[in-house]
T-cell receptor, first 114, second 112 residues
Framework: EPEVTQTPSHQVTQMGQEVILRCVPI?????FYWYRQILGQKVEFLVS????????KSEIFDDQFSVERPDGSNFTLKIRSTKLEDSAMYFC????????????FGPGTRLTVT | GESVGLHLPTLSVQEGDNSIINCAYS??????FIWYKQESGKGPQFIID?????DKRQGQRVTVLLNKTVKHLSLQIAATQPGDSAVYFC???????????FGTGTQLKVEL
């Protein structure tokens, strides 16, 4: 069964450093998402991406965040200058079509900012 | 300051019993309501959804009920199994968009 994959599984970085979280969505999916989950809290939407551009973003997704689809398979989330409060699980997801609530989530990358 | 983690509501059931997980939502404009399951160390997994113009939908061993009058959503799991142990999130989606808005979650523990 096709699945979303994410690397790395755990990333430790120092405050102020840049990180790139990587995702490979399901191959025939056209819509891609990033969510985050601070430990013990609810899953929060960050951004959705379609046709090489952001289609929607939340208030969390400020100027320090960016997304990119550098090639036909990868989807990345970059955090330019990490803060302690960026520590969370970051989930990538993908779906086949717009408005799809059946989104397929990857296993997540645990980001720890020290 | 912000708490490090919230205590999730927990539902403990015996294996074989039926489980009912509840969720209150706030946005009357949502077009779809969805249940996701999150097992430890994994990402959320889609279970079932219901459109806002429906009040009941059944899947395999699961039923979702929607009461728009009181803005309440429930997930019923029949014959609960140990593999059902997870955190269950309700989520809302406004049709035409992609954003899922998740609720706080309920921890389901299945006791043997």
């Amino acid at each position: 069964e096709p699945e979303v994959t994410q690397t790395p599984s755990h990333q430790v970085t120092q405050m102020g450093q840049e990180v790139i979280l990587r995702c490979v969505p399901i191959s025939n999916h056209l819509y891609f998402y990033w969510y985050r989950q601070i430990l013990g809290q609810k899953v929060e939407f960050l951004v959705s991406f379609y046709n090489n551009e952001i289609s929607e973003k939340s208030e969390i997704f400020d100027d320090q965040f960016s997304v990119e689809r550098p090639d036909g398979s990868n989807f990345t989330l970059k955090i330019r200058s990490t803060k302690l409060e960026d520590s969370a699980m970051y989930f990538c997801a993908s779906s086949e079509e717009v408005g799809a609530h059946e989104q397929y989530f990857g296993p997540g990358t645990r980001l720890t900012v020290t | 300051g912000e708490s490090v983690g919230l205590h999730l509501p927990t539902l403990s059931v015996q294996e074989g019993d039926n489980s009912i997980i509840n969720c209150a939502y706030s946005n009357s404009a949502s077009d779809y309501f969805i249940w996701y399951k999150q097992e430890s160390g994994k990402g959320p997994q889609f279970i079932i959804d219901i459109r806002s113009n429906m009040d009941k939908r059944q899947g395999q061993r699961v039923t979702v009920l929607l009461n728009k009058t009181v803005k309440h959503l429930s997930l019923q799991i029949a014959a609960t199994q140990p593999g059902d142990s997870a955190v269950y999130f309700c989520a809302e989606n406004m049709g035409g968009g992609n954003k899922l808005t998740f609720g706080t979650g309920t921890q389901l523990k299945v006791e043997l």
